[in-house]
């Protein structure tokens, strides 16, 4: 089904590892690519339960953008355990300007694919999207 927006189709493999990682929380984190050539969002990158915030932030390449989803885990104040499940939206500003846009175009039409997202999160460098960024969001 493609964006009229962009023309990006989104691969089955993307709702469906976004499934597990969501109810039976086999993924810690995914990370999409969009295949310009294919026109279409793929799953580039799946991160074990085990792997930290770490695992996932160098997941992430440095001058490409990338979508991702994270499954962040936290103690309240009241000591009950949580989970909030962020959609990252990786736009470095050494990223082509073509690929940032073409990323932009498809966001909101991607995002309607993944039925859970609770957070939102739009990051152009790394200080944007770092773990206290992620934690002060997720309460």
């Not at 885990?73 to 355990?81: H, I, L």
């Not at 739009?122 to 960024?133: C, F, G, H, I, K």
Request: net charge neutral.
């Amino acid at each position: 089904m493609a964006n009229a927006a962009s023309g990006m189709a989104v691969h089955d493999d993307c709702k469906l590892k976004f499934l597990e990682l969501k109810a039976k929380r086999t993924f810690r984190f995914i990370v999409y690519k969009i295949e310009e050539k294919q026109k279409q969002v793929i799953v580039e990158k799946l991160g074990e339960p085990a792997q930290s915030y770490e695992d996932f932030t160098s997941a992430l390449p440095a001058d490409e953008c990338r979508y991702a989803v994270y499954d962040f885990d936290f103690v309240t104040a009241e000591n009950c355990q949580k989970s909030r499940i962020f959609f990252i939206a990786w736009c470095p500003d050494t990223a082509r300007v073509r690929s940032k846009m073409i990323y932009a175009s498809s966001k909101d039409r991607f995002k309607r694919e993944l039925d859970g997202i609770q957070v939102e999160l739009q990051a152009t460098d790394p200080t944007e999207m770092d773990l206290d960024v992620i934690k002060s969001r997720a309460s």
